[in-house]
């Protein structure tokens, strides 16, 4: 279980918290309006891609709990690329 007891990384914690809320809203409006959706489905894309990259950097310190979540956003990143690409 992640604790935040810093007011800072609470302040951050609730930021990508929104960040990643909003996103999900986008895609699932950009869905139901194909002239919206390339721009929604990369910034999608490349938030998880980061966020998978942060991930992988700090293997050693999130080994135990995050394998699925890279694992599962790997698979999104692809999965958006594909889309992107025209697959």
Do not use: H, M
Not at 38 to 64: M, S
């Amino acid at each position: 279980q992640l604790v935040v007891e810093d007011p800072r990384e609470l302040f951050f914690a609730r930021n990508w918290a929104w960040t990643v809320s909003l996103i999900g809203v986008l895609l699932v409006l950009a869905a139901a309006d194909p002239t919206i959706r390339v721009p929604i489905v990369a910034v999608a894309a490349i938030g998880k891609a980061v966020f998978v990259g942060t991930l992988i950097q700090n293997f050693a310190t999130f080994t135990r709990g995050y394998l699925s979540v890279i694992a599962i956003d790997s698979v999104c990143v692809v999965l958006y690329a594909l889309y992107l690409l025209g697959f």
